[in-house]
């Protein structure tokens, strides 16, 4: 079974960092595609980025371009969302999800960011 | 970037047929997906490629596309399938390729 799990959430202040995980199991993350997406409180879906299967080939939301950094681990079958310069305007729960032929296959659970004093 | 615009509210009687719209100039190009979304729960994948079913998904949902507006079509609503949907295209010809619609709130009466 295909499962995908978020962690890494938290309270952060403004200007601060944060690194989001989604560990993958049901398949090897070199064979799909990955992508981040996020929903604010009350608000739609929003892309925010993607990274290829080869691994090579990154791609970014305007919103979140220079400030954020997809990346893999292999070995340990997690991708990663590095968030810096955060902004009132991040905080909503990330979604991580697999890309099939351009449509997000299997969603995790997701993880709260909350960016705030 | 592209925009896709969505009803932003749908009602339909339990029975009837429900229908959503997903409109932009990038739909005419691409595959359009529909994601439904429940309260407090992660999006599903509904209908992929305009008018594809994953296999767990009722019949009762489809998707159909005429230029540039996609339509997705709920028939013999239940009340189950109050939700949030959202249409979505990936532009490959973008380096930011994720564009999902504003979302559409189904009521059942």
């Known amino acids: 079974d295909v499962q995908l799990v978020e962690s890494g959430g938290d309270l952060v202040q403004p200007g601060g960092s944060l690194r989001l995980s989604c560990a993958v199991s049901g398949f090897s993350l070199n064979t799909y595609s990955m992508t981040w997406v996020r929903q604010a409180p009350g608000k739609g879906l929003e892309w925010v980025s993607a990274?290829?299967?080869?691994?090579?080939?990154?791609y970014f939301a305007d919103s979140v371009k220079g400030r954020f950094a997809v990346s893999r681990d292999n070995s340990r079958n997690t991708l990663y969302l590095q968030m810096d310069s955060l902004r009132a305007e991040d905080t909503a729960v990330y979604y991580c999800t697999n890309i099939v032929r351009g449509y997000f296959d299997s969603w995790g659970q997701g993880s709260l960011v909350t960016v705030s004093s | 970037s592209y925009v896709l615009t969505q009803p932003p509210s749908v009602s339909v009687a339990p029975g009837k047929t429900a229908t959503i719209t997903c409109g932009g100039n990038?739909?005419?190009?691409?595959?359009v997906h529909w994601y439904q979304q429940k309260p407090g729960q992660a999006p599903v994948l509904v209908i992929f490629y305009d008018n594809d079913r994953p296999s767990k998904i009722p019949e009762r949902f489809s998707g159909s596309k005429s230029g540039n507006t996609a339509t997705l079509t709920i028939s013999r609503v239940e009340a189950g399938d109050e939700a949030d949907f959202y249409c979505q295209v990936w532009d490959y010809n973008s380096d930011h390729p994720g564009v999902f619609g504003t979302g559409t709130k189904v009521t059942v009466l």
């Open positions: 990038i739909v005419g190009s691409y595959g």
């Open positions: 990274l290829s299967a080869s691994g090579d080939a990154t």
